[in-house]
C-alpha cells in the first residue's frame, strides 16, 4: 500500500473503525531503527503508516506524558481520564466493545433495564440493511454520550486548574509522537498488517452486500 496517495481524512476515518482493543507494540520494535526520510514524499507516506501502525503505542505515549504533568493534581488526572474516554468514544470499535460490556453488566442487575439499552434496529433499504448505521452506547446516539462527556472533562480541567498543564503536555505529547513517526523506519510487519488490515476491509465489505 502506497500511504503517500491516502489522505488524512481517509487516516482519521480509518483510525475511527480499527480496533483498538489490540496491545500496544514491544517497545523494543518501537524503539528499533531510526532513519532520515530522504524526500517529503517519504517522509508523508512513513508518518501515515506509522501513526496507524503503533497508534496504540502512541496513545499510551500521550496518556503517559499527561500523568506525569498531573502527579501533583489528583483531579487533573481524572480528568485527563475522562477525556480520554471521549476520544475513545469516537472510536467505532471502542464504542460497540464499551456498550457491550455495560449492558451484559446491566442485564446481570436488572434485565428489564439492559433491555432498554439494545440500540434499534438498523434501516432496511431495498431489502438489506443500510451499511451507514449511526453507532449507539447503551441504547443512545453516540454523539450525546461524547457531548456529556465532553461537559464533564471540561467542567474536571476548570476545577482543577490544569488547563495549562493540559496544553503543554498535550504539545510534548504530540510533538514526541510526530517526531517518532517521522523518523522511525517501517519495518516488514506494519507492511504486512497494513495489508491485512486492507484484506479484512475489503472481507467486511463484500460480507454486507
Known amino acids: 500500500m502506497d500511504w503517500g496517495t491516502v489522505s488524512t481524512e481517509d487516516l482519521i476515518d480509518a483510525l475511527k473503525e480499527v480496533d483498538w482493543s489490540s496491545p500496544p507494540r514491544p517497545l523494543h520494535e518501537f524503539f528499533s531503527k531510526f532513519t532520515v526520510p530522504r524526500s517529503s514524499n517519504k517522509w508523508n507516506s512513513r508518518l501515515k503508516c506509522n501513526l496507524y501502525y503503533y497508534r496504540t503505542n502512541y496513545f499510551l505515549m500521550i496518556l503517559f506524558i499527561l500523568g506525569l504533568g498531573f502527579l501533583r493534581r489528583p483531579l487533573a488526572i481524572v480528568a485527563a481520564v475522562s477525556t480520554a474516554l471521549t476520544i475513545a468514544f469516537l472510536n467505532d470499535s471502542f464504542a460497540g466493545t464499551f456498550s457491550e460490556k455495560v449492558t451484559r453488566f446491566v442485564r446481570q442487575i436488572s434485565p428489564h433495564l439492559a433491555a432498554k439499552m439494545r440500540p434499534p434496529p438498523m434501516p432496511v433499504l431495498r431489502g438489506r440493511p ?35 498543564i493540559l496544553l503543554w503536555a498535550l504539545a510534548v505529547g504530540l510533538l514526541a509522537t510526530i517526531m517518532h513517526a517521522s523518523f522511525r523506519t517501517p519495518n516488514l510487519k506494519a507492511r504486512l498488517n497494513t495489508f491485512r488490515e486492507e484484506f479484512r476491509a475489503v472481507w467486511r465489505n463484500y460480507s454486507e452486500l
Open 130 to 164: 443500510s451499511s451507514k448505521r449511526a453507532i449507539y452506547i447503551c441504547g443512545r446516539p453516540r454523539w450525546q454520550f461524547v457531548i456529556m462527556s465532553s461537559a464533564v472533562s471540561f467542567t474536571l480541567w476548570f476545577v482543577s486548574c490544569g488547563l495549562l
